[in-house]
Structure formats: C-alpha cells, structure tokens
C-alpha cells in the first residue's frame, strides 16, 4: 500500500473534518429555551404563547392566569416569537418589524394589549430573536450581525463588533450565540458570570446553545450535550448519553429539559422537583421554559402541556396533564424558501394554510450511529460511557467507511475541479461573482437609490448615479441663469395677467416677494411672484440673488413634485418669476388657516391623504438631493412651501433660498443661516453646517404638523400659553407609546388599516428631527418608508386595529 504524505494526510483530515461538521450541522436542528426563538414562547411569569397552525394569519395567541384566550395580534402574521422575565416579542413575517408585549399579565382584560415596536426596516430584516431581562437580542438575516435593544449601560456587547452569529439565545442579563466562523461560544452581558459561561465551553465547537437564568446548554458538533454555568439547583448534571441522544433544549430558572430523538422529554435539576411522569408516552415537537416550569408543543394533535412545579402552583391548571384552551399552534416557522439543510415538515401546507412550508429535519434522519467525534475534551460528567470491544470494533469500522466514503468523494470532487479550472495544468480561469445588486427599486417619480450613512453605496447604485448625472448633463447643459424652457415675459404683460397687480390677485408671499394669481392673454392660470421694489442697496442684492437661485434651479429642474417654472421678466430694477398654477394652494393653509380648520368636510381630513401629500413633498425633496448635479439644498423646507395643485398633488416650491451643495456629499459653511424659525436644522443654526439633512430636519417638522395638526410654533394651552415646538411637544409622546393623544382630532382615528401606518409617519418623523444630522435617515430612506405606509392604508394585509399604536424605539 503506497504511504499517503503527510501534508496530503492533513489535508484529507481537514477535508473530512470539515464535511462531518457541516453534514451535523444540517442535522442538528437549533435548540430552543426562554430566551429563543421559536413559535413556542413563554414569560417567567407564566405567560404562554404561540403562533396559530392552519389560518390565514399566523397570528399570536397567548394563554395567561385564570383568563380566556388573548389574541394579541389579529390579522398580522409572524415568523418567531421569544419571552423574557415579563415580555413576548415576536418578529413580523418577512423580518422587517420587531414588536413586544409587556403588559400580557394584567387584571383588567378590557384594556387593550399595550405594543411596542422595538424595530423596524424594510432592507436590513431580522431572523433570530432572544428576549433575557431586560434586553433583546437578534441577527440580521443574510449576514448575522448583532443587534440588541432595552439594554442599560452596564450591558457589554461582544468585544469584536463584527462578530456574526449562526444562532443565539438570552438568559438574565447575558445572550450567548454561535459564532459562524468556527462554531464556538461567544457570551456578552451585564452579569460578572458571563466570562465564566462562555469559558466553560473552551474551544468546543458548537452546533446548538440555550440559555437559562444562569446556565446554558448546548449540543456540541459530535451531538454530546454540553453545559457550563451555575449549577445550583443540578442544572448542568446532565443525563449521560449516545451522541445525538437529545433533539431539543429548553432551560428555565434552576432546571433544564431536553428532547430525546422519539419525542421524549426528560428533565433534571431544579432539586429535583421536575418529575415527567405526567408526560410519560407523549411526543413533543418543541419545549420551552419558564422560571420553575416547562412547556410542550405534542406531536399528535399540536396541543400545548405544561408540567413542573411552578405551573401547577401558580393556579393555572389543577392537572399537569390538561391541554392549554389554545387551538392548534405551528410546529415550526412558515417560509417561502426551504434551505438545502432541512425537508418539509408532514402537513406543512395545511398548517401554514398555503402560505409557506415548516422547514423541520425529521428524527429519522439523525443516524444511529454518529460520525467520528473531533478530538476534543469533554466535562467528565459528559464524557461517554464505554462499550464492549464488539462494539467498539463494530463503530470503528463503521466510522473508517464513513471517513473513506467522504476522502474518496473529496478526491472526485478535487479532479473535476482541476479538469474544470486547469488549475492542474497551470491555467487559471477567473469567474467574476461581484454582481450589482438593487437594494430598492426607484420609485414611480425617479427616485433614487437606497443609500446609508455607514456604508458604501453599492456597486449598482453607482452605475445608476452616475448614468444619470450623464443624462442629466446632457439634458440640462450648463446651469445658466436664463433657461432652455423659461418663457421671457415683458413687465406689461405681467401686470395686465393680475390686473396691475392688485390685492384681489394676491395669494401668498415667497422668499424674495408677493405671489399674486395671474392669467395670461392665452387663457393659462399662473402664480406671480414679484421681488419687492425696495430702493436700498442690500435689498436689491437679496432680491437679485433670490431672482436667481430660482431661476438657475427651477430651469433645469424637471419633476412632477417640483412647482414648474413657467418663465421670467427682468425688466430694470424689476424681477418676477412666473409658476404653474397651484389651484388648492399650500399645505400649511389646509392644517393652519381658520377657513380651512372649520371645514370638517375637507380633503385633507383623510390620513391616506395627508400621508400620499407626505410622500409626494419627499420625494420632490429626494429629486433635487440625489439626482441634481451638483445637489441642491433647499434650506426653507416647511409646511407653507408645500403646494398643492388641482388633483391634490403636492409640490415642493420656492428655491429663493437654495444653494448648491457638494456632490461628495460633504458639509460646507455658507456664510450665514437662513431658513424660518421652527423649521430650521438646530444643528445648522448652531454651528452654521449645512448638509442635505438639514432639509430632512425640516420635512420631519412638516410631518409632525401633518399628524398633529399643529403650527412648527404654537401656544400650549395646557401650559399657559406658553409657545412651544411642534417637535418638543410631540417627540416625547411618540416615544412614550401614545401617539393617539396628539393625533389631529380633526382626521379622527385610524381605520382598521390605517393604525400602523400613521405610527410609521411618527416613527419617521421623530428620526428625522434627531438634534444631531448623522442621526437623521436619508431622503430616500424617508420616502421608503412613506411608501411603506401609504401601501399599508391600501392592504389590509398585515393590518392592525386602530387602538393598537406602537412606542418607536430607535434601531
């Protein structure tokens, strides 16, 4: 027999290694315990919750004290809901909301549920979700970031920010994950033992963890179990086992419990109070625990059981044995996509009611005979037992024939590799895996590209930049003060359009003079905007370069949220611009003129139309942000530069104070502030640094009018009359979780479909007036998410009852 290399010899190893720890990684399913996700969850009070099999919706229905059935969330489906100490969260289907549940276990059941939604984005969604005391922990789909809220300043997160995680799970004070690289414990938290537990587990490799209040279990990648932690109560004195002995964890207070591979459930610790007699002969698909006890999801009917000390004492149930009052709960998430490590779970179309498949792995597919172990040192108390010499030779031959079985389809691999590549011949063939990737599509108005404040704009969304700043050059040409399109109008013809200018003709005022109502000898209705006739010197020069930032912007600037520049006259001293029609003039009018207030028939009374009226204002201000060049900033972003045309289109006006900013997106100082008070950037007028999020500052100001009803600047009467902002007076209700008590009385309550909707305008609009501009989201981050919400005034999907508005929550 010829003698192998040693280097080769490694290299198989490492091969083979590899292949075992993968093909066990697939067949081991994660573990699932109080701080889990799953669709079993459990407080340590004693709440019991769980998402709804074979309905439309898979919604939460939760099981609490001497009480019926609480619906928590009618009509909104989930992925996975977890428990802490006193909360449930769960994570909306699709991963792009987090919501939780605090108050569950309250006396008065005619008080609605009070939620709160701890996170929200439509790109960067959720996965895993672990709820400790008191933080919250989950993974970004894709690529397992780390994100945790609800923590105070004594809870450490892991020291490398860019670890990522396959799996996590939460305990009291403390999460622990796996980490994806190599497999191991990574622990973080505010309690001094949280070294400890992650040392215990060394540099074992992992295939699953769960976490109790002090302890934490887990399967290591040759299927033994594996504990570290307080051991008080014999939490960590596991029972000896085969490899794969276990499928499922679930760990409580002081105890823990475990699912065999026929369904079985055995439990040790908690002094030895945790007795399964009660559940002898019944299979479970998931367990979950609480702080002194432990509950069951069967196999046979997808019925709840819920047995140890603390169930029965508390006064839930007088018999261990008797089935939760819940319908059938799901065995495991609804997907769309089944993954290359798992099969569709029996009935999965019936339970998910056609809305996906439960991806599970079935018992069977865990061999009864593990592949080889990695060398690596065991606690003695885990350590396997023994066998007999037979049985022993009988493993190792079985073992030799898997390690040859995966050496000899590594070697067919290796040769049709090279034979593929020319690697072996000394050719290389290159492959280009770099694709560009459209994180949004534009909107309807040519909006732009999703972009962040963190990090580089994709590859795509710099080929789309940059072809149509090319387009837009070639379109636009040089940014002359006279325009390609502007109509040149005499003095005369202007003053016979408005009757000479009278008072009859006025409509409003501008940046650098009177708006007057005009109609031109063709029969078309205009807006006039005439600069003052001042004769100081100063004035002039205010005027002259109002006259002509409008017209250089508003001449190359073509978009259906843009008032259109009709023409101009300059004439002497003379300066007027001339501008589509605005037949149901500005926003402000309609929140803030008495005329319009009285009117409890107006239009705007509708939150779909304040919101569509949003949308619009965004995206005019997205346009001259990312697709002017150089960007333009508006710099007077408010309520009454907010117009609106015949059909109820709304329109971003007057560029009197606008300047051009850097295309790097970089700030720059003007020489001085300019803006109108309560809108203005306090950021900019602080420190006199201008970015494009000072007209974000702005536009947040104008939604929090929009919602509210109330002027940037008004007098509060519960105060005396002293004035106050808009943004002081709302902010801190909306992230109190009572947005209903500021809400514009004269709108009324959100329909049915309109509840989360509206809380997503709060929720945007409180981001937006964030005191420091790095915080603020993006033009196109805000018109993403009014998207979002007039979709959801539209779709009755996904919908939530009007009494049932969030608390916002920083992501």
């Not at 002898?280 to 999801?297: D, M, Y």
């Not at 109609?519 to 100081?536: F, M, N, P, Y």
């Not at 106050?724 to 209700?733: E, G, L, N, R, T």
Request: some cysteine; charged content about 15%; proline content about 5%.
């Amino acid at each position: 027999m010829t003698k192998i290399p040693s280097s080769s010899s490694t290299a198989v190893a490492a091969v083979t290694l590899v292949v075992v720890v993968i093909f066990i990684s697939f067949i081991i399913p994660s573990t699932y315990a109080l701080g889990s996700g799953d669709t079993l969850a459990v407080t340590y009070s004693g709440i019991v919750c769980g998402i709804v099999a074979n309905e439309q919706w898979q919604r939460i229905i939760c099981y609490r004290k001497g009480q019926q059935p609480l619906d928590v969330f009618p009509n909104v489906s989930f992925s996975s809901i977890s428990g802490g100490r006193n909360s449930i969260c769960g994570i909306r289907a699709g991963g792009y909301t987090m919501l939780c549940w605090d108050n569950l276990l309250m006396e008065n059941t005619t008080l609605p549920v009070r939620t709160q939604r701890v996170y929200f984005n439509n790109t960067v969604r959720l996965e895993s979700i672990a709820v400790g005391d008191p933080h919250i922990c989950a993974t970004v789909v894709g690529t397992g970031a780390l994100k945790c809220w609800r923590n105070d300043s004594s809870f450490k997160f892991p020291p490398s920010g860019s670890d990522r995680f396959s799996s996590i799970s939460s305990g009291l004070g403390f999460s622990c994950g796996i980490l994806r690289d190599n497999n191991r414990v990574r622990c973080w938290g505010s309690v001094s033992t949280v070294n400890d537990i992650q040392s215990g587990f060394g540099n074992m490799t992992m295939a699953s963890i769960s976490a109790g209040e002090s302890h934490v279990c887990g399967l290591n990648s040759t299927g033994f179990l594996v504990c570290s932690g307080n051991n008080s109560s014999g939490q960590l004195n596991a029972p000896l086992g085969s490899p794969f002995e276990f499928y499922r964890l679930s760990l409580g207070a002081n105890h823990s419990c475990g699912i065999r591979r026929n369904g079985s459930v055995v439990c040790w610790g908690g002094g030895g109070l945790f007795s399964v007699e009660a559940i002898q002969g019944v299979s479970f698909e998931t367990i979950v625990s609480g702080l002194n006890f432990t509950c069951g999801l069967t196999t046979t009917n997808f019925s709840i059981l819920c047995w140890g000390p603390g169930w029965s004492n508390n006064g839930f149930v007088t018999d261990p044995n008797s089935e939760l009052p819940l319908p059938e709960i799901l065995p495991g998430p609804c997907v769309q996509t089944i993954s290359g490590n798992c099969t569709i779970y029996p009935l999965s179309q019936k339970l998910c009611s056609g809305n996906g498949n439960i991806c599970k792995t079935y018992f069977s597919q865990i061999p009864s005979t593990p592949p080889p172990p990695q060398q690596q040192s065991l606690p003695p108390v885990l350590q396997p037992q023994s066998s007999s010499p037979s049985r022993g030779l009988r493993k190792g031959l079985l073992a030799f024939a898997i390690v040859g079985s995966v050496g000899a389809f590594a070697g067919v691999c290796t040769v049709i590799y090279c034979l593929w590549t020319g690697v072996c011949f000394g050719k290389k063939k290159i492959h280009n895996s770099v694709q560009p990737t459209i994180t949004r599509a534009a909107s309807s108005n040519g909006g732009g590209p999703t972009t962040s404040n963190t990090s580089p704009p994709s590859r795509s969304s710099t080929i789309r930049r940059q072809g149509s700043r090319i387009m837009r050059r070639q379109r636009s040409g040089t940014s002359s003060k006279h325009a390609d399109r502007a109509e040149e109008f005499t003095l005369a013809e202007l003053a016979a359009a408005t009757n000479d200018f009278s008072l009859e003709n006025k409509i409003g005022a501008g940046s650098f003079g009177v708006v007057y109502k005009g109609k031109l000898s063709d029969g078309r209705e205009v807006a006039i905007k005439r600069g003052e006739t001042g004769q100081k010197m100063k004035k002039y020069q205010e005027k002259e370069m109002a006259f002509d930032s409008e017209l250089a912007f508003l001449s190359r600037l073509h978009h259906k949220h843009l008032v259109k520049l009709v023409g101009y006259c300059e004439e002497k001293e003379e300066r007027l611009l001339v501008y589509e029609y605005m037949k149901n003039g500005a926003l402000y009018d309609h929140l803030h003129n008495k005329n319009n207030v009285e009117k409890s028939s107006s239009f705007l009374n509708s939150w779909k139309t304040r919101i569509n009226i949003a949308l619009d204002a965004a995206r005019g201000i997205e346009y001259v942000h990312n697709y002017a060049v150089p960007p333009i900033i508006h710099r007077d972003i408010k309520s009454s530069n907010i117009l609106i045309d015949s059909n109820w289109t709304a329109k971003v006006s007057d560029f009197g104070l606008s300047l051009l900013g850097p295309e790097s997106g970089r700030d720059f100082r003007p020489t001085k502030a300019a803006g109108t008070v309560g809108y203005i950037d306090p950021e900019y007028y602080g420190l006199n640094v201008l970015t494009a999020k000072s007209d974000v500052y702005g536009l947040g100001v104008v939604l929090l009018e929009i919602l509210t009803g109330k002027r940037a600047i008004f007098r509060n009467a519960e105060d005396g009359g002293t004035p106050i902002s808009v943004v002081d007076f709302a902010v801190p209700v909306i992230k109190a979780g009572e947005l209903a008590k500021i809400l514009d009385q004269r709108v009324g309550r959100p329909e049915l479909n309109e509840g989360e909707a509206v809380e997503l305008v709060a929720y945007t609009a409180m981001h937006c007036v964030n005191l420091e501009g790095k915080e603020r989201p993006t033009m196109t981050d805000i018109v993403t998410n009014l998207e979002r919400a007039l979709t959801l005034c539209d779709d009755s999907h996904g919908s939530i009852s009007s009494g049932m508005l969030f608390s916002i929550h920083s992501e």
